[in-house]
């Protein structure tokens, strides 16, 4: 049983334009919801997160919206970088406890 | 930099075998973790340890064991190795200052199991 789904194994944009990439929840309990970048040979380094009390957090580049209702939340990266090009992961954080439940992944080409 | 390493960074065993993997922190945070990155699975967590000698399982626990008696190092044991735990391994950390929402990890530990 997947808690936190990320359906599409990758996305290729070009550089400049925008970058979203979905996550799909089933467990109501997740109280924070986190993105991690990874890049090859690398751990994951932690990037966004969102309270499950917002619907919207920005960082710079990134910026993380939340629909509660559909238990949903993207990731929008504007303007995309080279550099950018790594695998997210989405995670939720289980109501007031340490442990994350991450989705599988998604690869992210930005083509110059 | 969280001050996180882990070694071996690349192992290369055969079925049967022990293996033990270590993760060490600097950073003197209370809580850490063992994950496997799998293609098509993310990151799974295995065990984690929320103080000295403190530890309690994940999702993935079985053929897994661990063991934390200092409070910067965090052993993983896979105490006869199979073809299934070929995987990357990956120590994560938080919980300095309270605050648990970010998990640090480190550089990941590969491991094949032959």
């Known amino acids: 049983d997947q808690q936190v789904k990320q359906n599409s194994p990758s996305l290729s944009v070009q550089e400049g334009r925008i970058s979203i990439l979905n996550c799909d929840y089933t467990?109501?309990?997740?109280?924070?919801f986190l993105w991690y970048k990874k890049y090859p040979a690398e751990g994951p380094t932690f990037l966004i997160s969102i309270s499950s009390i917002k619907d919207k957090n920005e960082d710079g580049r990134f910026t993380v919206f939340l629909n509660k209702s559909a238990k949903h939340l993207s990731l929008h990266i504007v303007p995309s970088q080279p550099g950018d090009s790594a695998v997210y992961f989405c995670a939720g954080r289980m109501d007031s406890s340490y442990k994350l439940i991450f989705g599988s992944g998604t690869r992210l080409l930005v083509r110059p | 930099d969280a001050g996180i390493t882990q070694s071996p960074r690349h192992k290369v065993t055969e079925t049967g075998t022990p293996v033990t993997l270590r993760c060490h922190q600097t950073?003197?945070?209370?809580?850490m973790y063992w994950y496997r990155q799998d293609p098509g699975h993310g990151l799974r967590l295995i065990h984690y340890s929320y103080g000295v000698k403190d530890t309690d399982k994940g999702e993935v626990s079985d053929g897994y064991s661990v063991s934390r008696s200092k409070t910067e190092d965090f052993l993983l044991t896979l105490e006869s190795a199979t073809s299934s735990q070929t995987s990357v391994y990956f120590c994560?950390?938080?919980?300095?200052?309270?605050?648990?929402?970010?998990?640090?990890f480190g550089p990941g530990t590969r491991l094949t199991v032959l």
């Open positions: 467990n109501s309990m997740f109280d924070y």
């Open positions: 950073e003197n945070h209370r809580y």
């Open positions: 994560a950390i938080s919980g300095l200052a309270g605050d648990l929402t970010e998990q640090f």
